[in-house]
């Protein structure tokens, strides 16, 4: 409870009153806290574009697709994410 009460103060969960208790659920999904520590590395970068490189280089070819899948949901132009000789 004290951890609960600890991530409740910080914002990091929401609490309602079931009875005399509290219940607790996150205040963001993994997938946005993910996704918000992504974007922190990235922008505290000196050099954001060799970041980048370098991230896409580490990625499994299923990660890279996942990506491509993602930059189209996001509403990317996929004329500019595609292979270059698609463009």
């Known amino acids: 409870m004290t951890v609960l009460d600890k991530l409740y103060r910080k914002g990091w969960v ?38 980048l490189v370098h991230f896409f280089g580490m990625m499994s070819p299923e990660q890279r697709e996942w990506l491509r899948d993602a930059l189209r949901v996001a509403g990317a132009d996929t004329e500019e994410t595609g292979p270059p000789a698609a463009r």
Do not use: F, I, K, Q
């Open 14 to 51: 929401r609490r309602e009153r079931a009875g005399r208790a509290y219940r607790y659920e996150p205040v963001s999904s993994r997938e946005a806290y993910t996704a918000a520590l992504m974007n922190d590395a990235w922008a505290t970068s000196d050099n954001p574009a060799a970041a």
